[in-house]
């Protein structure tokens, strides 16, 4: 079936610091490619997507590419603010089950000043 | 921009108790879901609503849950009888229904079974 694994947390950071955060995924179809963040006490934001194959998705400096030869969209963010706190969420959205999202189990991310 | 909202934002029950989660989807959707997110853990799907009906559901959703769409706004979830492991952030969802679209979630309820 369907699934997403990303790397392990927590992931700590000093400000200005280079972010990756990998996510790799199984899907039967050509799923959409989705990260959420989701901050302290707040639900899940959409922070960016990629819908077919060397799409790259970008929002707020953050990037990500779905590798369709990797099974890959790993996040990326080039200088990290202590803002940037948060969990991070991979997903994926089946185009044969379009209903339903499959999250990965988040990585939380400390940036430190 | 418009969203979706939640409430309760915390709803304390006592265990065996019905609680019935509340929600307001985004008005354009067409599509909605309810995740389930144990501290701690992955969010996990429950269920998706379409057309006035159940299109999926997971193992999770047994039949203590249900969900319902009483009016033109409103997207409920309630479970009859709640347990302890119940206790979780419960986050609802809509979106416009094609795969490339994102869902968009709601802040969530804190739901804490006593």
């Known amino acids: 079936g369907d699934s997403v694994t990303q790397m392990e947390g927590p992931v700590t950071l000093s400000e200005e610091a280079f972010l990756t955060i990998n996510c790799t995924y199984t899907?039967?179809?050509?799923?959409?490619l989705f990260w959420y963040v989701q901050y302290p006490g707040e639900g899940l934001q959409l922070l960016l997507k990629?819908?077919?194959?060397?799409d790259k998705g970008s929002n707020k400096g953050f990037e990500a590419t779905y590798r369709k030869e990797t099974t890959s969209f790993h996040l990326e963010k080039g200088s990290v603010q202590v803002s940037d706190s948060a969990v991070y969420f991979c997903?994926?959205?089946?185009?044969?089950?379009?209903?339903?999202?499959?999250f990965g189990s988040g990585t939380k991310l400390n940036v430190k000043p | 921009e418009p969203e979706v909202t939640q409430t309760p934002s915390h709803q304390v029950t006592q265990m065996g108790q019905e609680v019935i989660l509340r929600c307001v989807p985004i008005?354009?959707?067409?599509?909605f879901y309810w995740y389930r997110q144990i501290l701690g853990q992955k969010v996990e799907f429950l269920v998706s609503?379409?057309?006035?009906?159940?299109?999926?559901k997971s193992e999770i959703f047994d039949d203590q849950f249900s969900v319902e769409r009483p009016d033109g706004s409103n997207f409920t979830l309630k479970i009859r009888s709640t347990k302890l492991e119940d206790s979780a952030m419960y986050f609802c969802?809509?979106?416009?229904?094609?795969?490339?679209?994102?869902?968009?979630f709601g802040d969530g309820t804190r739901l804490s079974i006593l």
């Open positions: 899907a039967t179809g050509y799923p959409s």
């Open positions: 609503f379409y057309n006035n009906e159940i299109s999926e």
């Open positions: 997903a994926l959205s089946d185009q044969h089950n379009f209903n339903k999202f499959y």
């Open positions: 969802a809509s979106s416009e229904g094609d795969s490339n679209q994102p869902q968009h």
């Open positions: 990629a819908t077919k194959a060397d």
């Open positions: 008005s354009n959707h067409l599509y």
